[in-house]
Each structure stands twice: as structure tokens, then as C-alpha cells.
């Protein structure tokens, strides 16, 4: 395993479409390791490819330690999908590595219904709720190249980027 740079917005990568995952391979299984262990030293408790610069559909989770939460283990998602969402809502303050140091209340569909391939190449399909609804929204949205603070208003999300872009062009690094 082996820790992996967090790319942090203004990076344009983060807007990028990330490619579905072909084969469940070695390299996919080490890029989750590499995920798990990433996400563990940020410290977070959910990690997208792409945001450690690998523009694949893949997704590391973990919960465990997290109230309201249904996740029993840490968990790696492939080409995950919502495929029915509730339209009970639920807000969240969410958070994200790719934007250190800030946070916002986020609504997201209380409930989703997600498809995904396992580590072991099974195709399964899962119910979400509470956290774990929420976290994979946030970590999917990663996949398409959409970040939390779209979710929020215009101003906010101006105020956030300008910020970021600002560090950005002094040199300044988020760890």
C-alpha cells in the first residue's frame, strides 16, 4: 500500500467524468488499498479516485467508527450507481478532502438505492441510509465531477473557490 497525493480544488481534474472500471484487477484491487490507506491519513471516511488523480469509477468508504451509519466494514465501491433515490430529504454537514477546512449543510435524498461491483467482481445492489446515503451521494458525485459545494448556494460556493484559487496562485499547500 502505498499513501497517494489528495488533489484539492481549484485542481480541474476534479471536474472531470471519471471512466468506468473494466476488469476488477490487481491494479484496481492495489489503487483501493492505496485508497483505504489514503483516506486513513487524511483522516476521512470516504475517498473517490479521482481525488487522488486516477480518473476511475471507484470509491473507498469507511463508517464503522460513525453514528448513524448501517456499515459493518470498510467497503470499496466499483462503478457504483444510485439507481432509486427517496424523495424524503435529509441535511448533512458535509465535508471534503478535496476542500480542507470546509464544511456546509448539504440535502440529499434521505434514502438511495445504489448498484456496484465489489472487490471480488460481484455486481450487488444495497439500500442506503443516514450517513452511508449521504457519503456514497458525495463520493458518486466525485465520479461525475460534481463537488459538495455545487450543492450550496451560488455565493458560498464563489466565496469558497475564490478562496481556494487564491491559495492556489500564493503556492499555498492544504495538508
Known amino acids: ?66 453514528e448513524g451509519n448501517s456499515l459493518t466494514e470498510p467497503r470499496a465501491f466499483i462503478n457504483p450507481e444510485v439507481i432509486s433515490a427517496s424523495e424524503e430529504m435529509n441535511v448533512y454537514e458535509e465535508g471534503c478532502l478535496s476542500i ?13 438505492r445504489i448498484r456496484y461491483t465489489d472487490l471480488d467482481g460481484n455486481v450487488k445492489e444495497e439500500d442506503a441510509d443516514g450517513l452511508f446515503a449521504t457519503c456514497i451521494q458525495h463520493e458518486i458525485d466525485h465520479l461525475n465531477g460534481v463537488l459538495f459545494v455545487d450543492h450550496i448556494s451560488k455565493l458560498k460556493r464563489a466565496m469558497v473557490m475564490r478562496k481556494f484559487e487564491k491559495a492556489a496562485k500564493r503556492g499555498i499547500k492544504y495538508v
Open 100 to 112: 480542507p477546512e470546509y464544511y456546509a449543510e448539504v440535502e440529499r435524498p434521505k434514502q438511495v
Open 1 to 66: 500500500m502505498a499513501l497517494r497525493e489528495i488533489i484539492i480544488i481549484p485542481d480541474k481534474q476534479l471536474r472531470l467524468i471519471s471512466k468506468p472500471v473494466e476488469t476488477v484487477s490487481a491494479e484496481v484491487r492495489r489503487l483501493a488499498d492505496d485508497m483505504f490507506e489514503t483516506m486513513y491519513e487524511a483522516p476521512g471516511i470516504g475517498l473517490a479516485a479521482i481525488q487522488v488523480a486516477q480518473p476511475v469509477r471507484l470509491i473507498t468508504m469507511d463508517l464503522v467508527r460513525k
